[in-house]
């Protein structure tokens, strides 16, 4: 996607620092803490106004549970998140409802993300009734308007979710999410769950709906094709941690960690002749509750060495605007 302005001469729209979100594990007779899932383990980005920025990872890797705890619907463990220059990690009740406003969750199912027992008019203007105070009149003209808006017609405003197909589901969801006329949307594989042919379609309204309402996307998913086709940067996580984060063509063409060229290696290429050698991973990922010592990556990497097992690595930026957290570099 284009971006609207230009990220060097501009604040981020959204900030995050060394964020991490543990889950306790409770055992024992008097259900103690006996250890910790390190779901996301200390990454740290910015997103600007008018970008997208996809990351993508194996499922598992955190990359859900990175934007549920920056959108606040889960708790961070530690770390700071700043939207509009502004400190949201720890607000709470009324601040952190009015924050609801500007970010906004396009989620990955949307046969579970819609209320069965509600009609899509109803659906879609609930976020309007909650935080404004139009007519019904008004918010019906709102609704049918955001209703066209994602390509859905005006009877739709009386259907029921069973009456739809999956796309178009997800394009109610996405008409809610636009209702609040938000800065920022999360969205969460919003296609992964679609069939093929009308993944692209989503895609592409997507593309449109940033340039008319001049939205941020966080676009999380794990198709690497779809991520490359709407992302300006990406960021690739590994259990739990970001290996790897660089403008589109920078890391499609140069990937710089053992991961992140493993990731490309498996991307299917219709012509014979451009094919690369494929890049098999040795062994499973490791366990979040128990990650190894040093880099995460060491215990499948083919080019591991003594300082990957015993130290961590910092991302660090090796070329502008190309950062890696291998010690290769």
């Known amino acids: 996607m284009t971006q609207t302005t230009n990220p060097a001469t501009q604040h981020p729209l959204l900030e995050v620092k060394n964020l991490k979100k543990y889950y306790p594990i409770l055992g024992g007779f008097f259900r103690r803490k006996v250890g910790e899932v390190k779901a996301v383990d200390d990454i740290s980005f910015s997103l600007h106004a008018g970008e997208t920025l996809g990351l993508v990872g194996e499922s598992g890797c955190g990359k859900s549970t990175a934007g549920r705890t920056i959108l606040r619907l889960l708790e961070p463990t530690d770390g700071s998140i700043t939207f509009l220059g502004r400190e949201i990690t720890r ?9 609801r406003r500007e970010m906004q969750m396009v989620f990955q199912d949307p046969y579970a993300s819609l ?14 009734r909650n935080y404004t105070g139009r007519t019904e009149r008004e918010l019906k003209e709102e609704v049918l308007e955001l209703l066209a808006k994602v390509g859905l017609p005006d009877d739709a405003y009386y ?31 919003p296609v992964s769950a679609l069939d093929v042919s ?8 997507l593309q449109d709906l940033q340039q ?6 966080l676009f999380i998913a794990h198709n690497l094709s779809v991520v490359k086709h709407v992302s300006d940067r990406i960021g690739v996580m590994y259990l739990g ?10 890391l499609y063409t ?42 995460a990556f060491h215990p499948r990497c083919r080019h591991a060495d003594g300082t990957c097992r015993e130290v961590r690595p910092a991302m660090k930026e090796v070329k ?6 291998c010690h290769l570099y």
């Open 159 to 189: 259907k029921y979710p069973h009456e739809f197909s999956g796309g178009q589901r997800q394009r109610i969801g996405i008409a809610r999410a636009l209702a609040l006329k938000p800065k920022l949307i999360i969205a969460d594989e």
């Open 198 to 205: 009308v993944q692209s379609q989503v895609l592409n309204l």
């Open 241 to 250: 941690r970001l290996v790897e984060l660089a403008d589109k063509h920078s």
């Open 115 to 128: 209320n069965p027992k509600m009609m899509v008019g109803s659906l879609v203007s609930e976020p309007l």
């Open 254 to 295: 140069d990937p710089l960690h053992p991961y992140t060229q493993a990731l490309l290696s498996s991307i299917p290429v219709p012509d014979p002749r451009k094919r690369k050698e494929r890049i098999v991973l040795q062994g499973d990922v490791p366990s979040p509750e128990r990650p190894p010592q040093g880099c």
């Open 320 to 325: 502008p605007g190309h950062q890696v957290a």
């Open 212 to 217: 008319d309402f001049q939205l941020t996307y």
């Open 91 to 99: 607000l709470k009740g009324a601040q952190l409802r009015a924050l």
